[in-house]
């Protein structure tokens, strides 16, 4: 089962700029609060590309996560393990071409796979027509996966029908049917990820204007006093 959508917008800012806000936008909920669910960011690789030019990265994102409610009530505690709360980590890499003038990201959960797979790919681009210079296009992809039918059927083959999960999640899939409960899952998670992202676009939004009103320095001076408040308070 798979459910895609796909959204268009365009930030009022120069696509170096935008560049810029995407790498720095967890960097301190002081500067987007949108990004207080982020616990940390680490770099994992970057480097460039001698025959391109263009920076490859690859960073491990954790988030506060929180199962959507209403998919916890579709599957049974022997799946969820009853917790809905955790900590989630996201794999995100990106390639940069500053001369060609575009971004291509790509961002993957790691957990929660075996009920849902989330991959969002984006694609900045600074725009062709003269008219829209200091603009940059961003095309988002998001790609929803739900396997959770195919792991169980997986996972009863292999055990014995005397087993008491399996026979608990059979009987389970055997009254809902498994394809509705996939379509339901992607359906539900679809639907909050399109409202994050409009917390993602507002987020970046107030990052680019206080770049715009503060330069880069400013914005790194206002990110180191903000985690040395952090320090004071812990």
Same mark, same amino acid.
């Given at each position: 089962?798979?459910?895609? *959508?796909? &959204?268009? *917008? ?6 170096? &700029? ?26 994992? +690789? ?18 506060? +996560? ?13 799946? &969820? ?18 001369? =060609? ?5 790509? +961002? ?8 849902? +797979? ?17 603009? &940059?296009?961003? =095309? ?9 039918? =195919? ?11 005397? *087993? ?30 399109l409202d994050?992202?409009?917390?993602s676009r ?29 320090? =004071?308070?812990?």
């Amino acid at each position: 089962m798979v459910l895609t *959508h796909t &959204t268009n *917008h365009t930030y009022n800012h120069p696509f170096p &700029t935008v560049t810029l806000a995407f790498f720095l936008r967890y960097c301190s909920p002081q500067l987007n609060p949108f990004a207080s669910h982020v616990l940390s960011t680490d770099t994992i +690789s970057t480097h460039v590309d001698p025959a391109t030019g263009r920076l490859h990265t690859t960073r491990l994102h954790l988030k506060k +996560s929180r199962m959507p409610p209403a998919v916890m009530k579709l599957l049974p505690t022997s799946i &969820t393990g009853g917790a809905a709360d955790k900590a989630s980590y996201i794999l995100e890499t990106s390639v940069v071409d500053i001369r =060609e003038g575009w971004l291509s990201t790509e +961002s993957r959960n790691l957990n929660f796979v075996g009920v849902l +797979s989330v991959v969002e790919r984006q694609l900045y681009s600074a725009p062709t027509s003269n008219s829209d210079v200091g603009k &940059t296009d961003v =095309e988002t992809k998001v790609v929803f996966r739900s396997r959770l039918g =195919e792991r169980i059927r997986d996972r009863l083959g292999g055990q014995h029908a005397a *087993h008491q999960p399996a026979q608990q999640e059979n009987g389970w899939f055997a009254r809902l049917g498994a394809r509705p409960i996939q379509r339901s899952i992607e359906s539900i998670a679809s639907t909050k990820t399109l409202d994050q992202l409009g917390n993602s676009r507002e987020g970046m939004r107030i990052l680019l204007e206080t770049l715009r009103q503060n330069g880069i320095i400013g914005v790194l001076e206002l990110r180191k006093r903000a985690r040395e408040r952090g320090m =004071e308070m812990a």
